[in-house]
């Protein structure tokens, strides 16, 4: 068994590690692994080539970019923040959570790329969580910005992908089925995706209570800022 292929592998942890491109980080592990496994450059640059093309519907979101673009420019941002401000009781938490159940449920259905980070992601929803953090009280810094939006693209990450394998046409779920198949195990896709099921609610349970505890944090992050600013004006 040579093991030397694996190294991509650690060529992706380190240069997440050291946020590097993403784009690059995975073209140099591919690399790697590839020179690991003794493939000539010919070749290797042949596999990377046959890659691309074979998976080039993926960059069809590029598209949808323009039209974002466009309406970001006329205040999409803006209006998503006051029409998300009007709800005085919506909660950051309630917001995600709520998002996070629509994104889990349309990707069950198979409706993977209705929403994702460009389309829905950063015009729409972090900014709306922006405006539901506002309405919990929570003052804005650049700090806690970043959080909110991390995890506004952080809850779209876990619908889409704990949601998508409950999908019976799926492609990872047909590739179990294929799997299973050559060694001589018959599923069907619909058993395998109710498998996933449990997995797909703990995911939703877990996130949840993760959201909540991230409001909480940031709220208690305010209330010892606001303390502080008091006790210095104090005097």
Same mark, same amino acid.
């Given at each position: 068994?040579?093991?030397?292929?694996?190294?991509?592998?650690?060529?992706?942890?380190?240069?997440?590690?050291?946020?590097?491109?993403?784009?690059?980080?995975?073209?140099?592990?591919?690399?790697?692994?590839?020179?690991?496994?003794?493939?000539?450059?010919?070749?290797?640059?042949?596999?990377?080539?046959?890659?691309?093309?074979?998976?080039?519907?993926?960059?069809?979101?590029?598209?949808?970019?323009?039209?974002?673009?466009?309406?970001? @420019?006329?205040?999409?941002?803006?209006?998503?923040? /006051?029409?998300? $401000?009007?709800?005085?009781?919506?909660?950051?938490?309630?917001?995600?959570?709520?998002?996070?159940?629509? @994104?889990?449920?349309?990707?069950?259905?198979?409706?993977?790329?209705?929403?994702?980070? /460009?389309?829905?992601? @950063?015009?729409?929803?972090?900014?709306?969580?922006?405006?539901?953090?506002?309405?919990?009280?929570?003052?804005?810094?650049?700090?806690?910005?970043?959080?909110?939006?991390?995890?506004? /693209?952080?809850?779209?990450?876990?619908?889409?992908?704990?949601?998508?394998?409950?999908?019976? $046409?799926?492609?990872?779920?047909?590739?179990?089925?294929?799997?299973?198949? @050559?060694?001589?195990?018959?599923?069907?896709?619909?058993?395998?995706?109710?498998? $996933?099921?449990?997995?797909?609610?703990?995911?939703?349970?877990?996130?949840?209570?993760?959201?909540?505890?991230?409001?909480?944090?940031?709220?208690?992050?305010?209330?010892?800022?606001?303390?502080?600013?008091?006790?210095?004006? $104090?005097?």
């Amino acid at each position: 068994m040579n093991y030397w292929p694996l190294t991509g592998i650690a060529v992706v942890i380190v240069g997440f590690a050291l946020k590097r491109n993403p784009v690059l980080v995975v073209i140099a592990a591919g690399v790697t692994s590839g020179l690991a496994a003794g493939m000539g450059i010919g070749d290797l640059l042949a596999l990377i080539g046959d890659s691309f093309v074979s998976n080039r519907a993926l960059l069809l979101f590029v598209l949808t970019l323009p039209a974002i673009g466009l309406l970001e @420019r006329y205040g999409l941002r803006e209006r998503a923040q /006051a029409w998300i $401000a009007s709800f005085r009781k919506l909660s950051l938490a309630r917001l995600l959570i709520a998002y996070l159940g629509a @994104r889990q449920l349309l990707s069950m259905l198979g409706m993977i790329d209705l929403a994702g980070h /460009a389309q829905t992601v @950063r015009p729409l929803v972090a900014p709306m969580s922006e405006a539901a953090a506002r309405n919990d009280g929570i003052a804005l810094d650049d700090n806690a910005r970043e959080r909110v939006h991390a995890l506004a /693209a952080a809850t779209d990450n876990v619908g889409r992908f704990f949601g998508e394998d409950v999908f019976l $046409a799926f492609g990872a779920v047909l590739l179990i089925q294929g799997f299973y198949a @050559r060694n001589g195990i018959e599923l069907d896709p619909l058993s395998i995706a109710l498998w $996933a099921l449990p997995t797909a609610i703990a995911a939703f349970v877990i996130h949840a209570v993760r959201i909540l505890w991230v409001q909480r944090d940031l709220e208690r992050t305010r209330a010892k800022t606001s303390g502080g600013e008091a006790t210095d004006a $104090a005097p």
